[in-house]
């Protein structure tokens, strides 16, 4: 542990000192002395939803965390310190991801952050982790906010956003379906965001959008707009519907039959999400950035891993989101190694700019963290509802993959600034 | 106005499936002046129930669970339809026996009460059935789409608003031509005049709040094939609910059911022209309706008022 | 035992013993959170929720006039201090009006249409604002950011003329917040011992009767109103100070919901201090059992059941219970009955 360093303990004492505490009751002592010794173990806050919209997605995001810290700590752990885990429920909701990280890095003392499927909770949580200096990994919010406007220097993001998919699938479907396009749009920021998206590439590649249906978020009743779709007629549909909408939506298509006309473009289907519906509810086109029957090396090893470990779960497989949830906890476990401290510059340095190899990721193409947007660029799959299986575990055909390359979100670029290094609060965890 | 045809046709069926899930809602108000903010909960348990009837996993391995699944989809639903909502019923009595001890307090305390209880009752449901999506099977003569006027329309859809319309002539009629609706209407009006002609007040309304509860359920169990099935469902049943008694009128039977329909048609219309504002126009509509009209459009005075 | 209207007759003090040793708890609170195991974050929470419980009280318990929709003034109080110190000035001061303003107007518009209405339609009629003003918040994304909010918003200093002290520790913010809850608390206290707080509470006894002896019971209510939410917008302020962030949420009803829980289970409703303990209570339970257990809801909705069937007086009732002669409280409650009108 360097020397030279501020700890956090120390850092806040000195902003408490600036206050009207300070000058009334001076600083006081601490009875833990934060991170002096290595052989203490390396506490890290899981900060996953237990409720609200996202709970199912978050225990799927946890299990992964989970079992990426069991492998770790069955090798004897990181830097020879043992990894120990708290969570806290953020209950799908900013206020409480804002609290819940003032508590884990407060009272838990945990020197990193990790797990979040809400933009809105992911963004709070890193405002708090920025202003302490504490690492946060945002595993599974495809917002494109969260490595644009909303960047910080702690923060990274793991998922795929809706850019990336949006780039995947336009291209695409207007060759193969038309270029008369509608958009189904949940009026609110994430829909527009990915919507607008959409729209860009449509231009680009000589598509037109006929309409666009806003729909209200908290929508449960779709008949008006697939009405209005109907009398409208047509190539393509790109829905751009979230959360529990999203879930009523496609139980009313399906019902409709309208699965396959008009062609469908939905954003990326969570499997946690869809996993045990029937295959018709699995309409059109969607992304994803990893499926458990992908034909590579180290899949099914992994698959049987997560059985080992979790053999009383409902869902039978990993999907994309425990998938993330490992892979960022694998991941952040292995930068702390290869920087050798726990020393969070050292640990970002580390990072930016890592590159993972295609067999580590288990995907098709190199991966790499942008060091200008802390985005983890990944292969993206197209995927379909499987028309002939027996496996009811074995729901999607994968159509194809997409190198990180050509589904770069440009938008983040743009709008992302990365606080210095300077500006970030130094400490060893 | 050939594109706006379907889309009223579309708002009156919206308003059906509205009216069916605040009958319940509607009744045990009306009835017992206790706004029974569990409403939703027993919505998402009745439904619950249904998936547990129709999936039949809890029989097992057991020589029964493979007949029971063995059968077709058609009488399992309709087993399911009967049985989840009779459950539902029974689960709303417990609430009602915990509920006694609010009566003669100020109603506040009831929707309290209930409040409480629906937090409950879907971390119940969360503990019992996951916080996964589940889905609710259908038998196949109700199910896919049906061409109408050159549009698709929703079987299902047609079927759930034909059974609103059933369920709501059936309570009517067993509030108005049967003794026991004599009885229960007696009961909403002056509980002094019941208990001095014979009647077990106490176990009026432990049958008024098990039939809610059941309606409540009913509805749950014919929503959820449209809106999905998770544990916090029910959070969209309570706001209309609520919203359609007060536009209708507190105590009024058919008050609830037109302003569910104007609710269903200022929804369906909005989503034709100003898709945006479609949730916004039953807020605009209550708010409009209420600040001209105190007591809703039927409304008569009630104790909830103090 | 103690209903909120003996209370009334008992003192029109400034500063009551329980006032001061309210006082000396909450400055000296930084220097014990420690060690029982919180941390100062949660201090924060505590004594804002506390600012909005005191002033949703008035209405609520002192009034009887049920507001389940209150989050919606809070949530204006907060974008309105963002979108000043974001468009107009980082200023503690200007902020701060500017979320007292802002939560006085809406909540004066509100109380326009609301006022006339009792009972049910009233708690009705608040969830449908509440409903308007959280749904505009998201649709309004232009300006409030969306459902993901308006974010970064600077904590400006706290400017003493001679020199400033910065805000930006979690300790000094919270002596601002405590200093601020001391003073609402001794203005709410002499509030309702005024002739206006008795006028309240004469409302919330009999409406007719009150308005029978000839006050204009329409603006008592609105007053009522648009004060609680002055309240609530304040404390608004001060939340979006704290999260350096205005969100949606806390304008949704599940949020309105739980102030009207916290209120209730402390025991607004039959004493002064329910609110505050009933804030305390929630917070520490969800801080201590959500650490715990996943399904801390279940047990936390369990409580509120019991509570409500056997002690419906809350928290306060239950201390009170204590420390008197227990068999003089039970079922003995404060309440008015449904055919008591």
């Known amino acids: 542990m360097a020397k030279n360093n501020l700890t956090r303990r120390q850092l806040l004492k000195t902003t408490a000192a600036a206050g009207v505490a300070g000058t009334l009751f001076g600083p006081w002592k601490h009875n833990r002395v934060y991170a002096a010794g290595t052989d203490k173990p390396i506490k890290i806050g899981i900060t996953s939803d237990a409720s609200g919209q996202y709970a199912n997605s978050g225990a799927s995001d946890r299990r992964g965390m989970q079992m990426a810290i069991a492998e770790f700590n069955a090798k004897g752990g990181v830097l020879g310190r043992k990894i120990e885990s708290t969570h806290i429920d953020t209950e799908t909701t900013p206020a409480t991801g804002s609290r819940v990280a003032e508590r884990m890095i407060n009272r838990e003392e945990a020197g990193f952050l990790i797990g979040a499927v809400s933009s809105g909770v992911a963004n709070a949580i890193s405002q708090v982790a920025q202003k302490n200096g504490v690492i946060y990994f945002n595993t599974n919010s495809s917002s494109p906010t969260e490595s644009g406007k909303n960047c910080h220097r702690v923060k990274f993001v793991w998922d795929g956003n809706g850019a990336n998919f949006a780039k995947a699938a336009v291209k695409n479907s207007i060759d193969k379906y038309g270029d008369k396009w509608t958009l189904l749009t949940n009026d609110y920021v994430w829909g527009h965001n990915t919507a607008a998206a959409t729209k860009t590439l449509l231009e680009q590649y000589g598509g037109t959008v006929e309409e666009e249906i806003l729909v209200p978020q908290g929508t449960r009743d779709f008949s008006s707009a697939l009405l209005k779709i109907q009398q409208g007629n047509p190539n393509v549909v790109a829905a751009a519907i979230g959360g529990d909408d999203q879930k009523a939506l496609r139980q009313q298509v399906a019902q409709l039959g309208m699965g396959s006309s008009p062609a469908w473009i939905n954003n990326q289907q969570d499997w946690p999400d869809v996993y045990g519906l029937p295959l018709d509810n699995l309409f059109g086109v969607f992304g994803t950035t990893w499926y458990y029957k992908l034909d590579l090396p180290g899949v099914d090893d992994f698959v049987a891993r997560y059985q080992a470990m979790y053999p009383d779960t409902r869902m039978r497989v990993p999907g994309n989101v425990f998938y993330n949830g490992y892979m960022a906890m694998k991941n952040m476990l292995e930068a702390i190694e290869r920087a050798g401290t726990t020393n969070n510059i050292a640990v970002i340095k580390e990072l930016e700019g890592h590159k993972m190899s295609a067999e580590d990721r288990m995907q098709h193409h190199d991966a790499w963290i942008d060091p200008d947007t802390h985005q983890v660029q990944q292969s993206i799959y197209l995927a379909t509802a499987k028309s002939e299986t027996d496996d009811k575990d074995d729901m999607f055909e994968i159509l194809n993959n997409v190198s990180p390359d050509d589904v770069r979100d440009t938008g983040a670029a743009a709008a992302c600034q990365l606080e210095s290094y300077d500006d970030t609060p130094t400490f060893d965890a | 106005m050939t594109q706006l045809v379907p889309h009223i046709f579309n708002g009156l069926t919206l308003g059906l499936l509205f009216a069916l899930i605040a009958l319940g809602f509607t009744l045990i108000v009306g009835v017992m002046e206790v706004i029974n903010l569990a409403h939703g909960s027993l919505f998402a348990l009745g439904a619950y129930f249904a998936l547990a009837i129709i999936g039949g996993s809890w029989l097992g391995d057991t020589a029964i669970g493979e007949w029971w699944l063995a059968l077709p989809i058609m009488p399992r639903y309709i087993l399911a339809l009967i049985v989840a909502p009779i459950l539902a019923g029974l689960s709303g009595m417990v609430l009602e026996l915990a509920l006694r001890r609010t009566y003669g307090k100020a109603p506040l305390y009831g929707l309290l009460l209930t409040f409480g209880a629906a937090l409950v009752i879907e971390e119940l449901i969360r503990l019992g059935w996951g916080t996964g999506e589940q889905n609710l099977q259908l038998p196949q003569s109700i199910s896919g789409a049906i061409l109408l006027g050159g549009l698709i329309y929703s079987k299902y859809k047609l079927f759930a608003a034909g059974f609103a319309v059933f369920a709501i002539i059936m309570v009517w009629l067993f509030l108005e031509k049967t003794p026991y609706g004599a009885i229960i209407k007696a009961g909403a009006h002056d509980s002094e005049m019941v208990r001095a002609l014979g009647y077990d007040l106490a176990r009026l309304r432990l049958l008024v709040f098990g039939l809610g509860a059941g309606l409540a359920g009913l509805a749950g169990v014919i929503m959820v094939p449209i809106w999905g099935l998770r544990p916090h469902v029910g959070i969209d049943v309570v706001i209309p609910a609520f919203l359609i008694i007060v536009l209708g009128g507190i105590g009024s039977f058919w008050g609830s059911v037109i302003a569910a329909i104007l609710v269903g048609l200022s929804v369906g219309i909005t989503g034709a022209y100003a898709p945006a504002w479609s949730m916004m126009s039953m807020y605009i509509l209550l708010i409009l309706v209420v600040g001209f009209r105190a007591r809703g459009l039927f409304g008569k005075k009630s104790a909830l008022e103090n | ?341």
């Open chain 3, 1 to 341: 035992m103690a209903t909120l209207s003996d209370i009334t007759r008992r003192s029109s003090q400034w500063i009551t013993p329980q006032i001061f040793v309210f006082a000396v708890f909450l400055l000296s609170l930084p220097l014990w959170i420690r060690p029982i195991g919180l941390y100062q974050y949660i201090g924060i929470e505590i004594a804002i929720w506390i600012i909005f419980a005191l002033g949703f009280n008035l209405l609520f318990g002192y009034t009887g006039l049920h507001s389940f929709g209150h989050g919606a003034y809070l949530g204006v109080g907060a974008y309105a201090f963002g979108l000043f110190q974001l468009h107009v000035g980082v200023s503690l001061i200007g902020g701060l009006l500017a979320a007292v303003f802002a939560a006085a107007l809406a909540g004066a518009f509100v109380a326009c249409f609301v006022s006339h209405r009792r009972g049910i339609y009233f708690a009705l009629m608040t969830i449908a604002f509440g409903q308007v003003f959280w749904f505009a918040s998201i649709k309004m994304h232009g300006i409030t950011g969306g459902e993901d909010g308006l974010l970064n918003i600077p904590r400006p200093d706290l400017n003493l003329g001679v020199y400033s002290v910065s805000l930006s520790g979690n300790t000094a913010l919270y002596y601002l917040i405590a200093v601020l809850l001391i003073i609402v608390t001794v203005f709410t206290w002499r509030a309702m011992n005024s002739p206006f707080g008795r006028i309240l509470q004469a409302i919330r006894q009999n409406e007719t009767r009150a308005s029978f002896i000839g006050y204009e019971v329409w603006w008592f209510k609105w007053a009522a109103f648009t004060l609680s939410a002055m309240f609530a917008g304040l404390a608004g302020g001060l939340f979006a100070m704290a999260q350096e962030s205005a969100y949606p949420d806390v304008m949704s009803l599940h949020q309105s919901g739980l102030i009207v829980m916290m209120v209730l289970v402390g025991g607004g409703l039959v004493n002064f201090w329910g609110p505050i303990l009933g804030v305390i209570l929630y917070f520490i339970a969800r801080d201590v059992l959500g650490s715990i257990t996943e399904t801390w809801l279940l047990w936390y909705g369990l409580m509120f059941v019991v509570m409500v069937m056997f002690k419906p007086e809350g928290l306060a009732g239950v201390l009170a219970g204590l420390s008197k002669n227990s068999a003089e409280t039970l079922n003995d409650l404060p309440v008015k009955t449904a055919e008591g009108n």
